[in-house]
């Protein structure tokens, strides 16, 4: 099955830097999701991007499928952008995700 | 908005009891989806539904079955409750189509003694 490994596993910011973490994949995929993970538990969608650029006030995202990596920008870092951010390629149907990025954004 | 309810926020339950976790989307999506979450392993498929009474095992599906009789709505049943179920739990619905975006549910948190 496909494999899809994210970096980094942690990263600290101070609130207003910028940041990219990354999302390898192993195959060709139809669909790529970048979530957040509150500390709450829940798990917000940020962008469905199987390739191409989008782009969400500070946040961005990039897919090239043909070199199988997917990246998210996150600019002028707030805390609220704290949490565990997860990538998720789908596969026969099902969503194989990233083990995550935790993130955490001093004040 | 797509809209995805768990029935609980946390749980707690004895061993051998059984439990139903249930989730309800109002966006007439046709697949529905059981993960859950442990530290350092990530998120893990239990089950998943294309359509109504329709089931498919997903990674980890011992343990644990499902009920789909209405199109929004989609049961995990733990029939006798272990303590290495205490877990996340994450319903999620999508979409029918070979490129389909996964909304997810609050989760629920449980916890078994």
């Known amino acids: 099955g496909i494999q899809v490994e994210q970096s980094p596993p942690d990263l600290i910011l101070q609130e207003g830097a910028n940041s990219t973490l990354r999302c390898n994949f192993s195959d060709s995929v139809n669909n790529l999701q970048w979530f957040h993970q509150n500390p709450w538990g829940q798990l917000i969608n940020l962008f469905y991007?199987?390739?191409g650029t989008k782009q969400n006030g500070r946040l961005s995202a990039t897919t090239v499928a043909t070199e199988r990596y997917s990246l998210l920008y996150i600019s002028s870092s707030q805390t609220t952008d704290s949490g565990v951010y997860f990538c998720a390629v789908e596969e026969g149907g099902k969503l194989i995700f990233g083990q995550g990025t935790e993130l955490s954004v001093k004040p | 908005d797509v809209k995805v309810t768990q029935s609980s926020r946390y749980l707690v339950k004895r061993t051998g009891e059984k439990v139903f976790l249930e989730c309800v989307q109002d966006?007439?999506?046709?697949?529905m989806f059981w993960y859950r979450q442990d530290p350092g392993l990530g998120l893990r498929l239990i089950y998943f539904?294309?359509?109504?009474?329709?089931?498919e095992k997903g990674d980890i599906p011992e343990g644990y079955s499902v009920s789909r009789e209405k199109k929004e709505r989609f049961s995990l049943i733990l029939e006798s409750a272990s303590t290495n179920q205490t877990s996340m739990y994450l319903c999620a619905s999508s979409k029918y189509s070979s490129y389909n975006e996964q909304f997810f549910g609050p989760g629920t948190r449980l916890t078994v003694l």
């Open positions: 539904s294309y359509d109504v009474k329709m089931k």
């Open positions: 991007i199987p390739s």
């Open positions: 966006m007439d999506h046709e697949n």
